[in-house]
């Protein structure tokens, strides 16, 4: 078995340092992206949401980064900036989650077909006894989507971590592992628990300090310190209360900030020097995160329609080949954030906005339409 995994890695070196040696097979013109200006002004003053932040890079460097709109419109104003920090709602899937999993096959200490009951004894019961870690990547376990947080909230009070993951373990399976795919934020919060059961770390900590630090992601984090809150965009107004810095999504609340679904706080920066590492076959400066063995598997299909943390995007409109669209991956979060990564151009693209402030009635979907148009325009074949 040893044998074959170093073979493997072998040939994902090989893989990636080809990809990293050889030209894009198409280049951004840089000049051309300043035609995003007007679409994202264009879309703020129609109100579909209050500002945004929209980075475009390729290879090693960043071509396109700007900021517009306003980070809080009530009850005050304040604009948005480049270095703004947004709740990554979603978006935690992959660059939290997903990747620490990967880290610890890295290390030898789980692999993808082990019995979730492995970890969580709890969880093998009521049609759930074969549902494996890979199950619970792709989104195939036959766990439902989402479960009443307002219920556990009246019954166990406000941060009730213990009580949500034996909520999840307690569900009957919807259907064979395997056999239905179903996004499930249910699935990736139980992931995280899994990386604290075998790391002894919880999902915030073992990311600081295998993903974050050393990737020097200086604005990175779940349960962002006080001092960052005035560098936060808000999300929604709770009962008179707005939500700066303190996570969006029902079921993260009950996990207090620290949870596999969602949780995470991020800026663009930072967010490119994931995107690039993952793009470099798991470096990023020097410094090795992932494997290329590891990247293979977050970045290439591995169901249907997912990876191990991302899902494979046709409806970006630069990616037209079908090796891209293959190799292509991204990712939403319901709060107004986007990242996609392009291997085979090694372009990447994040766009990061408040569409849920002040009300939850915004909706970022035609600019993301709109600016991967933009880079289609932008783009020439070598």
């Given at each position: 078995?040893?044998?074959?995994?170093?073979?493997?890695?072998?040939?994902?070196?090989?893989?990636?340092?080809?990809?990293?040696?050889?030209?894009?097979?198409?280049?951004?013109?840089?000049?051309?992206?300043?035609?995003?200006?007007?679409?994202?002004?264009?879309?703020?003053?129609?109100?579909?949401?209050?500002?945004?932040?929209?980075?475009?890079?390729?290879?090693?460097?960043?071509?396109?980064?700007?900021?517009?709109?306003?980070?809080?419109?009530?009850?005050?104003?304040?604009?948005?900036?480049?270095d703004t920090i947004f709740?990554?709602?979603?978006?935690?899937?992959?660059?939290?989650?997903?990747?620490?999993?990967?880290?610890?096959?890295?290390?030898?200490?789980?692999?993808?077909?082990?019995?979730?009951?492995?970890?969580?004894?709890?969880?093998?019961?009521?049609?759930?006894?074969?549902?494996?870690?890979?199950?619970?990547?792709?989104?195939?376990?036959?766990?439902?989507?989402?479960?009443?947080?307002?219920?556990?909230?009246?019954?166990?009070?406000?941060?009730c971590p213990d009580k949500?993951?034996?909520?999840?373990?307690?569900?009957?399976?919807?259907?064979?592992?395997?056999?239905?795919?179903?996004?499930?934020?249910?699935?990736?919060?139980?992931?995280?628990?899994?990386?604290?059961?075998?790391?002894?770390?919880?999902?915030?900590?073992?990311?600081?300090?295998?993903?974050?630090?050393?990737?020097?992601?200086?604005?990175?984090?779940?349960?962002?310190?006080?001092?960052?809150?005035?560098?936060?965009?808000?999300?929604?107004?709770?009962?008179?209360?707005?939500?700066?810095?303190?996570?969006?999504?029902?079921?993260?609340?009950?996990?207090?900030?620290?949870?596999?679904?969602?949780?995470?706080?991020?800026?663009?920066?930072?967010?490119?020097?994931?995107?690039?590492?993952?793009?470099?076959?798991?470096?990023?400066?020097?410094?090795?995160?992932?494997?290329?063995?590891?990247?293979?598997?977050?970045?290439?299909?591995?169901?249907?329609?997912?990876?191990?943390?991302?899902?494979?995007?046709?409806?970006?409109?630069?990616?037209?080949?079908?090796?891209?669209?293959?190799?292509?991956?991204?990712?939403?979060?319901?709060?107004?954030?986007?990242?996609?990564?392009?291997?085979?151009?090694?372009?990447?693209?994040?766009?990061?906005?408040?569409?849920?402030?002040?009300?939850?009635?915004?909706?970022?979907?035609?600019?993301?339409?709109?600016?991967?148009?933009?880079?289609?325009?932008?783009?020439?074949?070598?």
């Open positions: 078995m040893k044998l074959l995994r170093f073979f493997f890695l072998g040939l994902a070196l090989a893989f990636f340092g080809g990809c990293q040696s050889l030209s894009f097979s198409q280049t951004i013109q840089a000049d051309k992206l300043s035609a995003i200006d007007s679409v994202v002004v264009e879309e703020i003053e129609k109100g579909t949401f209050p500002g945004a932040v929209v980075l475009v890079g390729q290879g090693d460097k960043v071509l396109y980064h700007k900021s517009f709109g306003n980070e809080v419109i009530e009850p005050f104003i304040e604009p948005m900036t480049d709740d990554m709602a979603s978006v935690s899937k992959p660059v939290g989650t997903a990747t620490s999993i990967l880290i610890l096959w890295d290390q030898g200490k789980i692999d993808f077909e082990d019995k979730v009951g492995k970890y969580l004894p709890e969880f093998g019961v009521n049609g759930k006894e074969d549902v494996r870690l890979k199950h619970l990547l792709t989104h195939t376990s036959g766990l439902p989507a989402y479960t009443n947080a307002a219920e556990l909230k009246n019954q166990y009070g406000e941060r949500v993951i034996e909520k999840i373990c307690s569900f009957e399976a919807m259907n064979e592992p395997g056999e239905t795919y179903r996004y499930s934020c249910l699935g990736y919060i139980t992931l995280a628990k899994i990386v604290e059961v075998v790391s002894g770390q919880a999902i915030d900590e073992f990311a600081r300090e295998h993903i974050f630090e050393p990737l020097k992601m200086k604005h990175t984090g779940y349960n962002p310190p006080p001092e960052w809150a005035k560098d936060i965009a808000a999300t929604e107004i709770f009962d008179g209360q707005l939500l700066r810095g303190f996570v969006h999504d029902p079921l993260a609340q009950l996990n207090g900030g620290i949870s596999g679904n969602a949780g995470l706080f991020a800026n663009a920066p930072d967010l490119s020097i994931y995107c690039r590492m993952v793009l470099n076959g798991g470096t990023y400066r020097g410094v090795r995160i992932l494997s290329p063995e590891a990247v293979q598997l977050l970045t290439r299909r591995q169901s249907k329609n997912r990876s191990y943390g991302f899902g494979f995007t046709t409806s970006y409109s630069w990616i037209k080949d079908e090796d891209a669209v293959e190799q292509s991956i991204s990712h939403l979060g319901y709060t107004g954030t986007a990242v996609v990564c392009d291997p085979k151009n090694d372009i990447y693209l994040i766009i990061l906005a408040n569409r849920v402030h002040p009300q939850d009635k915004g909706d970022i979907g035609p600019l993301r339409s709109r600016v991967a148009e933009i880079i289609a325009q932008a783009l020439v074949k070598n």
